[in-house]
């Protein structure tokens, strides 16, 4: 089983992109920071997550 930390980055990730998107699209810096930042914190909970399953598979 995958775990949470993986998905909630996965989410976090993609809702980061989004933000990103959007805010480059409206010129809006603050908005396509906070996707970058929602991305990176995606990236990092997806890492804790991929280390928690290889533990798991121990």
Known sequence: MTDKKRVEGSLDQA?????????????????????KSDTAKGKIENAVGGAKDALKGE
């Open 15 to 35: 809702k980061g992109k989004a933000k990103e998107v959007a805010g480059s699209a409206t010129g809006d810096a603050k908005l396509k920071n906070d996707g």
